[in-house]
């Protein structure tokens, strides 16, 4: 069973940059596939990456993840403008990243138009 959890920006948009971090992994070495509204920092997305490459075990085999952003690249000037603006004031909410572990997550395809997650089928147990 593949289990999504929905991230609200406000559940963390008040904690530090590490705690941020942090609280993501933590949900996602539950087995779930985390879907933030919003998009994480660079720096942020860097350490999530290396934070994950040095938990990297028997038990946990990593992430993927995937950023979209709802920027069109032909947008005109007046309309970046404001959406840069209202990007400083609310915050990165603009987008949706989605964050799986690797032992779930396949893969993920994105293009402008849509999202495709891939899931790895569960091993079944024997008796």
Request: no cysteine; hydrophobic share 40%.
């Amino acid at each position: 069973m593949v289990t999504l959890r929905f991230v609200p920006y406000s559940e963390i948009e008040e904690l530090g940059s590490a705690r941020r971090v942090k609280k993501l992994i933590d949900i996602v070495k539950e087995n779930k596939i985390v879907l933030l509204q919003g998009r994480l920092k660079k720096e942020e997305e860097a350490d999530l990456i290396a934070i994950t490459m040095e938990e990297v075990g028997e038990r946990f085999k990593g992430i993927e993840l995937a950023v979209i952003n709802p920027e069109d690249k032909n947008m005109s000037g007046l309309r970046k403008v404001r959406n840069n603006f209202f990007g400083f004031l609310l915050g990165d909410r603009q987008g949706l990243t989605i964050i799986g572990p690797a032992s779930i997550v396949k893969e993920i395809k994105k293009d402008p138009n849509k999202i495709e997650l891939f899931t790895k089928e569960a091993k079944k147990k024997r008796a």
